[in-house]
């Protein structure tokens, strides 16, 4: 395991260098209807990227096509550097769990997991040694002879999960699989979906709209807006330094006030705000900051190099773990988040709202 | 809420029922007539017309031919209609809306017509009076029949379910036998069932292409009719009437055992 750093970096290097799965511009039209637009991405071996996006962005459309369902209109996939954009879904060796798990309904559990392997042509003792791994490894041993009908939900979906693992695929496609399951199970097969993908080191592709799973289950993220990739990054870059407007707006909770610039800089509420990032070259700017990247302090606080901005505390919003605090400031309402330990400020209170220009992000204004 | 319907209503329904089968009680009854003409009540009973039935040889060439005829046009229709209606329902031929239409024309034309014009298309060909005329006469109603069922048996199946198949693995060929094929079980029965009927019973076309040489029951029958009245047809309805309820009965079976399977 003691590796020179030097030999371990050079590896990282080489295993970051090949791209296990690449896209390049692909995209989809259905008519006038542009699904996906352009889309470029490469995933490296066992990476997991999941692709986030609003209803309607094209990640499934993406992932069809992907998985070799859907014939794109533009553009290529590669796996290994092999152009595979015309090979029949059939020979692509990619696990697809659907969205609505599209298990074989007339098939037991067992053969539905067996199906690929019996695709392959597996012997038959291979066959009911790998389905019964596979089924252990999602934990549903005793339920090999049921129907799909009589499973639940979350069983559903494991069996999903162990028919598209079984099969050793290059890539692992995983639809919105979660979305069905409440939220208790929901988190549970998070973390065993993690867990079973990097044990594996499996290269895998994970759709879903809900950023909790992409910022919790991923290496990087592709927010996608409109058939659009508007980032690709880990999860804290993409939400500390969102690169549009867009993906702040969609990744997490954000405080949204308008801006003025003047030949000093930027002014909000009529103080001076200093920003450490680009600001666009538009005239109408907005400035987003995270609720909880703000801090509540006394009227007369010397904010330093940070930025600060005075108001009224409005009231309290208590959500369980976290208190929100809404503030009536010169520039709008502004909501600050605290863990709302020690003393809190009242209602009424004249207070400082004090943030740094590191957490200071400025957008064009949205068109009204 | 009440369960069920409510007395009146189930009265009511019971009624209808009554009005619909007394017809077919009143010729149960005159099947097992001991009488020499169709008198109702019959003045005694006996099994008489159904020897009678049993020996008359055209009516009993007429139902082996019948029988025959309706396996075969089950078999033909299934073979052409199973096929077309997937590429239709699965949109791999263009203009399959458009095809669609066209496939269902016969249903809405007139039988006298179309048994008109099957005349008209087999005469030249010799095939008039013949089982492959006949055959070809009656899939020409039984085809749209199954290809309608089949495509909404297509389109109704479970969305992704051949797709997560294809993604395992399975060549479209195999996708199509190992879960296309069996999850349309049920629309299969109803279609196999369809035609057959269908067939058995077809009158008026058979009318038109029948001869001498290959002439179906139900023609058998409408000659039959022409010449006397007397309990032997209703005999022959009885033989049938059991027949068709051995034929659902079956059907059943097979459509309930794929429910059972898995849909
Ligand atoms: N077969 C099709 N014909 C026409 N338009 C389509 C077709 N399939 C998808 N689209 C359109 O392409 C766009 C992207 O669809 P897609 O299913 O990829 O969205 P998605 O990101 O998966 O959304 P969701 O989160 O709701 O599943 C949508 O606007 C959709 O209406
Ligand atoms: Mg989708």
Redesign the pocket.
């Known amino acids: 395991m003691e590796q020179p750093l030097a030999a371990r970096n050079h590896q990282c290097a080489l295993t970051r260098r090949m791209s296990h799965l690449t896209l390049n511009r692909l995209s989809k039209r259905?008519?006038e209807?542009v699904?996906?637009a352009d889309v470029s991405l490469s995933v490296a071996r066992g990476e997991s990227v999941a692709l986030l996006?609003?209803?309607?962005?094209?990640?499934?459309?993406?992932l069809r096509m992907i998985a070799g369902l859907i014939q794109p209109s533009a553009g290529a996939i590669e796996v290994l550097g092999v152009d595979v954009t015309q090979v029949p879904a059939h020979r692509r060796n990619m696990g697809y769990v659907f969205?609505s798990y599209a298990l074989f309904p007339h098939m037991s559990v067992a053969a539905n997991v067996g199906f690929g392997l019996d695709e392959r042509g597996v012997g038959r003792s291979e066959r009911d040694r790998r389905v019964a791994a596979a089924l252990s490894q999602v934990r549903l041993e005793g339920l090999s002879a049921r129907k799909p009908r009589e499973l639940s939900g979350g069983q559903q979906q494991r069996v999903a999960l162990a028919r598209a693992l079984v099969i050793e695929p290059d890539v692992l496609l995983l639809d919105?699989s979660l979305s069905n399951l409440d939220a208790r199970l929901r988190d549970a097969m998070r973390l065993e979906i993690r867990d079973l993908q990097r044990s594996l080191g499996i290269t895998t592709l994970f759709?879903t709209?809900d950023q909790t799973e992409a910022l919790t289950l991923c290496d990087r993220i592709a927010v996608?807006h409109a058939?659009r990739v508007e980032q690709i990054a880990d999860p804290v870059t993409i939400y500390e330094r969102p690169a549009s407007r867009f993906v702040a707006e969609f990744v997490g909770r954000s405080v949204v006030l308008p801006v003025e610039r003047s030949e000093a800089g930027l002014v909000l509420g009529g103080r001076p705000v200093r920003t450490a990032h680009p600001v666009p070259e538009s005239r109408a700017l907005e400035l987003f900051l995270r609720p909880q990247r703000i801090a509540l302090a006394g009227p007369e606080t010397e904010a330093g190099a940070h930025n600060r901005l005075g108001g009224v505390v409005r009231s309290h919003v208590f959500v369980g773990d976290r208190l929100e605090v809404l503030v009536d400031t010169q520039a709008g309402r502004v909501t600050v988040e605290t863990s709302g330990a020690g003393a809190v400020a009242q209602p009424g209170d004249a207070v400082s709202l004090i943030w740094s220009p590191s957490d200071t992000l400025v957008f064009a204004r949205a068109a009204p | 809420m009440r369960e069920g319907a409510g007395p009146w209503l189930g009265a009511a329904a019971a009624l209808v029922y009554v009005v619909l089968l007394a017809p077919v009680a009143v010729v149960v009854f005159i099947a097992f007539s001991a009488d020499s003409f169709i008198v109702f009540p019959p003045s005694g009973y006996s099994l008489r017309w159904f020897q009678r039935l049993w020996a008359h040889e055209a009516l009993m060439r007429g139902l082996s031919l019948s029988l025959m005829l309706a396996g075969i046009v089950t078999i033909g229709s299934l073979a052409i209609g199973v096929p077309a209606a997937y590429a239709i329902a699965r949109a791999k031929v263009p203009a399959a809306g458009a095809l669609k239409a066209f496939f269902l024309a016969p249903l809405l034309l007139p039988t006298l017509v179309l048994g008109l014009a099957l005349l008209m298309a087999l005469q030249p060909l010799r095939l008039t009076a013949t089982l492959t005329g006949l055959a070809l006469g009656h899939m020409v109603m039984t085809v749209p029949f199954v290809i309608r069922l089949m495509v909404t048996t297509f389109a109704t199946l479970p969305d992704e379910v051949e797709a997560a198949a294809a993604s395992l693995g399975a060549t479209p060929w195999r996708v199509f036998r190992r879960v296309t094929l069996p999850l349309a079980i049920p629309g299969l029965a109803a279609s196999a069932f369809l035609s057959f009927l269908l067939s058995f019973d077809e009158t008026v076309i058979s009318l038109f292409i029948s001869g001498p040489r290959a002439s179906t029951l139900p023609v058998e029958m409408v000659r039959y009719v022409e010449g006397r009245t007397d309990p032997l047809v209703a005999a022959l309805s009885v033989v049938l009437i059991v027949a068709t309820l051995f034929v659902i009965l079956v059907v059943e079976r097979i459509a309930g055992l794929a429910r059972v399977v898995g849909r």
């Open positions: 259905y008519g209807t699904a996906v996006g609003p209803s309607g962005c094209g990640k499934t459309t993406t969205q919105e759709v709209h996608m058939g």
